[in-house]
């Protein structure tokens, strides 16, 4: 059996008097594609955040690569959370900053690697996500969905085992979701451990080895995207699909 990269165990996560995450329990296998669906205001943003500890969770435990992140010092956090790559809906580029220099900085700055190598790494990555020509160019020349690529690419740069999403796609103009999607797809198909919070069902259906439906605090279904899509169990997904599809 493989060991899971990620385990969650209970976890709860309250903001006043807001129970906001429940009880989850689930675990993701390395190479998995997680797809995590449902209703604004369900509990997404704070889920993902809980993987890496940004947010504290209220009870519960979540493991990664085998270690109890809540029981660990700021410090070992911190090293494995360089291991955990994030995307947000904005790119938060630092706009001082070449694309190239971009890429280059948590490499250097946080691993140590010296100049040549962390170039060369990112050329290799502007290449991944179809960029390279835009090396030396500035954040504020790019188009959205050339921003959310150069994001994916300087999240890699940090070789983490997982990459976390959070609707990444849900800025940009329709016309550029695709190249980002098909960028995500690709690194799929590599191999990469992905947790992916996603509007878009496509993505879901052709890339997510399981879809998690996340409503009310919970992981309400946790399926393969054919037997969520096709034959939804619970009442909330089925409404929450009637309304999107
Ligand atoms: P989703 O990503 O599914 O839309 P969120 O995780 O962003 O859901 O939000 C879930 C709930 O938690 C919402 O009611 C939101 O207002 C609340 N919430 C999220 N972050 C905070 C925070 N930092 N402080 C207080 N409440 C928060
Ligand atoms: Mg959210």
């Not at 706009?95 to 050329?123: F, S, W």
């Amino acid at each position: 059996m493989t060991k899971p990269i990620i385990e969650v165990k209970n976890l709860a996560k309250n903001f006043g008097k807001n129970e906001v995450l429940k009880d989850i329990t689930e675990q993701v296998d390395p190479g998995q594609v997680i797809v995590v669906i449902g209703p604004s205001g369900g509990g997404k943003s704070t889920f993902l955040r809980c993987l890496n500890l940004l947010e504290t969770p209220t009870s519960g435990e979540v493991d990664f690569d085998g270690e109890n992140l809540t029981t660990l010092d700021t410090k070992r956090v911190n090293e494995l959370r360089e291991e955990m790559g994030m995307v947000f809906q904005g790119f938060n580029l630092f706009p001082n900053m070449t694309v190239l220099e971009n890429i280059k900085l948590a490499p250097m700055k946080v691993k140590g690697i010296d100049d040549a190598a962390a170039t060369k790494r990112a050329h290799e990555l502007l290449k991944q996500v179809n960029l390279d020509d835009h090396a030396d160019a500035f954040p504020s020349s790019l188009s959205g969905g050339q921003a959310q690529r150069v994001a994916i690419a300087r999240a890699l740069a940090m070789d983490p085992k997982v990459m976390l999403f959070d609707e990444p796609t849900s800025a940009l103009d329709p016309e550029m979701v695709g190249e980002v999607l098909n960028v995500m797809q690709e690194l799929a198909n590599q191999g990469m451990t992905m947790v992916v919070v996603t509007h878009e069902m496509g993505f879901a259906k052709s890339v997510a080895d399981r879809v998690w439906f996340m409503a009310d605090g919970y992981i309400q279904e946790n399926n393969t995207p054919e037997a969520f899509f096709g034959n939804p169990q619970t009442e909330r997904a089925q409404d929450f699909l009637s309304k999107i599809l």
